[in-house]
């Protein structure tokens, strides 16, 4: 079409009464193109109007397995979205406006490249489950404490080395799941996780655990195997809910093993 209409104003500027007369034809059966085309894009516009409100009421969206690089801004339009699958892509951030979906309350992550998350995460006050497993994190953002509702976060395979005082403040979560990041050391607000059942922390580099974590009332199961540990604080004695205690790997000697053992009496320790 570009190459019509340069052809048709060559013919149109030219000295050439015989050029002009065909350009003028030409003019004719050009409008009556642009008023086709006009109604091609008009029915074009109005299917994607009729296809967007199907898209913006969209509950749950699948865009797992994919090559997604990024993800458009326009995911934050989504607002009745309830679970969103992203794993298995190529993702190496996330729109800020990922924080505008109100209603979600399962994001699956894992297995992309991010190597951070926007601190407009914490925004999703109906956020259950977290997954954001084998990516290339280092860090959290402090706002993620605000996730109210959380109650499971699974950060297995990232590169961690310290999570934010801030995340003490998810009182609905049940299940931390840290394994395999270079994680040396725990925030003691970690003692402040009230619901916390389980807690998986093997294949990290702890030379030790807050005095806090005794705290952790309704804590059922820790994963401590393969880190540095030589020894564990005198307030685990405080788990009083925890069956299983896993420390194989870890440079713990008899002795320590004794007094562990004496500290948790009815739990199962594996050394």
Not at 72 to 99: F, H, S, W
Not at 137 to 142: D, Q, R
Not at 175 to 191: D, F, K, Q, R, W
Request: proline share 4%; with cysteine; aromatic share 6%.
């Amino acid at each position: 079409m570009q190459e019509l209409l340069k052809n048709w104003w060559q013919l149109r500027t030219s000295t050439d009464a015989t050029s002009r007369e065909t350009a003028i034809q030409m003019e004719s059966w050009l409008q009556g193109y642009e008023e086709y085309a006009m109604q091609q894009v008009d029915k074009i516009c109005k299917l994607e109007r009729k296809e967007w409100r199907k898209v913006i009421e969209l509950k749950t969206l699948y865009f797992n397995n994919n090559n997604l690089t990024y993800l458009p801004a326009e995911i934050g339009n989504l607002q009745v979205l309830k679970t969103l699958y992203l794993d298995n892509n190529n993702l190496a951030c996330l729109p800020a406006e990922i924080g505008n979906l109100q209603r979600l309350d399962w994001l699956v992550l894992e297995n992309n490249n991010l190597t951070s998350i926007p601190a407009e995460i914490g925004n999703l006050q109906a956020l259950e489950m977290l997954d954001l497993d084998n990516n290339n994190l280092t860090s959290l953002p402090a706002k993620i404490g605000n996730l109210q509702a959380l109650k499971s976060l699974v950060l297995n395979n990232n590169n961690l080395t310290s999570l934010p005082a801030e995340i003490g403040s998810l009182q609905a979560l049940e299940s931390l799941v840290l394994n395999n990041n270079n994680l040396t050391s725990l925030p003691a607000e970690i003692g402040s996780l009230q619901a916390l059942e389980m807690l998986y922390l093997n294949n990290n580099n702890l030379t030790s655990l807050p005095a806090k974590i005794g705290n952790l009332q309704a804590l059922k199961s820790l994963y401590l195997n393969n880190n540095n540990l030589t020894s564990l604080p005198a307030k685990i004695g405080n788990l009083q809910a925890l069956e299983y205690l896993h420390l194989d790997s870890n440079p713990i000697d008899e002795t320590e093993q004794q007094r562990i053992r004496s500290l948790l009496p009815n739990c199962i320790i594996y050394f």
